[in-house]
């Protein structure tokens, strides 16, 4: 089989580039929390925006995809556990945006937000990602991919028109 195109990206591979960009965000925003605070408004939005659209798609398409091929006791606490930690982040973005930015506080709670979202993806890459491989045939996984990044593009353009 021939090397996979950009169109046989499969719902794994697309999930840890929003990953990586992510955490991207995140280390420069806690960096702009103490050392630049004009530039952290703009990179929170960012993260906001990025974070609302990659946790819609997992919660809309990839996790009901993984709930429902999941077979162990160890499957279902993974879609639960992740379901959790994409609610306490929502908690905790509304909590930043109070904050001063450039403030001792704000820049407590863009570490803490870093901290939740790196442990929630590592979690994924770690824990669910392979479980999922195994679980969901290549094919699916192709097919989620697609319709991952059809939801993602549609989100996207929604952000695009509240700006």
């Known amino acids: 089989m021939a090397a996979k195109t950009k169109e046989r990206k499969d719902a794994i591979e697309l999930l840890k580039q929003d990953h990586e960009k992510v955490r991207g965000l995140l280390r420069q925003l806690e960096k702009a929390a103490t050392d630049d605070a004009a530039d952290a408004e703009p990179l929170l939005r960012s993260i906001e925006s990025a ?3 990659h946790t819609t798609i997992e919660e809309e398409i990839f996790y009901p995809a993984f ?3 999941a077979s162990k006791r160890e499957d279902a606490k993974l879609f ?5 930690e994409h609610c306490v982040v929502d908690l905790l973005l509304p909590e930043i945006d109070k904050g001063e930015f450039g403030s001792h506080d704000f820049a407590a709670k863009a570490k803490v937000l870093r901290d939740l979202v790196e ?5 994924e890459e770690k824990e669910m990602f392979p479980r999922a491989r195994k679980l969901i045939g290549e094919d699916e996984l192709v097919m989620l991919g697609r319709q991952l990044a059809e939801r993602k593009h549609e989100l996207q353009g929604e952000d695009d028109d509240e700006e």
């Open 67 to 69: 709930r429902d091929a």
């Open 119 to 123: 442990h929630h993806a590592e979690e």
């Open 51 to 53: 974070l609302h659209v």
């Open 80 to 84: 639960y556990d992740a379901m959790e």
